[in-house]
């Protein structure tokens, strides 16, 4: 694979974009975990599909500096900055997990420049009537919310302290494959590429500090910047109901305040595998809506 990485300035700083083409491409633009790592697998799926998979470094990941206290919403002026440094008039937008909120921001910011979205086991917003942000996220995940807000420096310097415990494991392509020891090891989604996948964007998305995971799950808690109900283009949801990081709920929410969303919900799916075993309709969805 041919693979471009471009700098691009933004209001002082500066952002790392990965672009996977071909130029000739319908471009998608893709929202993971914040890295800019592409997952080869989707890569060859999409240059099949005529489809040219792009992403970038959110602040403080990877090569693009950090950018303290920001939003959601504030990716779209990173987003904007990489739509003209590339000269893509339309693109299609992809979220996975984290990601999500990312890519509905650039779908109701840009709307000129959006035809569809696709989202994976999105999170859904905290704090908003309607999605108990917590339930079903495991034992003591509430009383983390009530520190960052009650404590915001002890918060985050419990985050970084588990960052840095953290990042050695998920950095290692082993760690990944015995966490899948009892997993069906047929399925694509616990397979050596998915783990050596998995730890770069674990030891580039680390980069020294863990200063830019901080600002995302920061950012997590925080109001987006935008409404969801703004998303005017067509929208394809998938979430396993086997999910527990972020459960199902979160996209339910997400599907009944987006006008022209059509969700999925598989029974036997969770967090781990929903991109990899819904990337082919969700790639035939994209070319459905160019």
């Not at 339309?90 to 999500?100: E, F, I, K």
């Not at 580039?204 to 863990?210: L, N, V």
């Not at 949801?237 to 339910?252: E, F, I, N, Q």
Request: negative net charge; contains cysteine.
């Amino acid at each position: 694979m041919q693979t471009s990485v471009t700098t691009v300035r933004v209001a002082g700083r500066e952002i790392v974009v990965e672009d996977d083409g071909p130029e000739s491409g319908f471009p998608v633009l893709v929202h993971h975990s914040g890295s800019r790592h592409l997952f080869p697998g989707a890569v060859r799926d999409a240059r099949a599909s005529g489809l040219r998979l792009i992403s970038y470094d959110r602040p403080g990941q990877g090569g693009s500096t950090p950018q303290p206290n920001r939003t959601v919403a504030d990716s779209g002026a990173d987003v904007r900055a990489i739509v003209t440094a590339l000269g893509l008039p339309r693109m299609a937008v992809w979220g996975t997990s984290a990601g999500g909120p990312y890519a509905l921001a650039t779908a109701a910011l840009m709307p000129e420049a959006v035809a569809s979205v696709c989202l994976f086991a999105s999170v859904g917003p905290c704090g908003e009537a309607g999605l108990d942000f917590a339930e079903g996220m495991g034992d003591g995940f509430g009383e983390q919310i009530a520190v960052f807000f009650a404590d915001p420096d002890r918060a985050k310097a419990d985050f970084l302290a588990g960052a840095a415990e953290w990042a050695p494991l998920g950095g290692d392509p082993s760690w990944w494959l015995g966490r899948w020891e009892d997993q069906d090891r047929q399925d694509p989604a616990y397979s050596q590429e998915w783990a050596d996948y998995l730890a770069l964007i674990n030891r580039d998305g680390y980069a020294g500090t863990g200063e830019g995971w901080w600002e995302d799950w920061a950012a997590s808690f925080l109001p987006w910047g935008f409404d969801p109900a703004a998303v005017q283009v067509p929208v394809a949801l998938w979430h396993g109901l086997k999910d527990t990081s972020p459960p199902p709920a979160h996209s339910r929410w997400l599907a009944d305040r987006i006008p022209h969303a059509t969700a999925h919900f598989p029974a036997d799916e969770d967090h781990t595998n929903a991109e990899e075993h819904n990337r082919a309709p969700a790639i035939a969805w994209v070319v459905a809506h160019q």
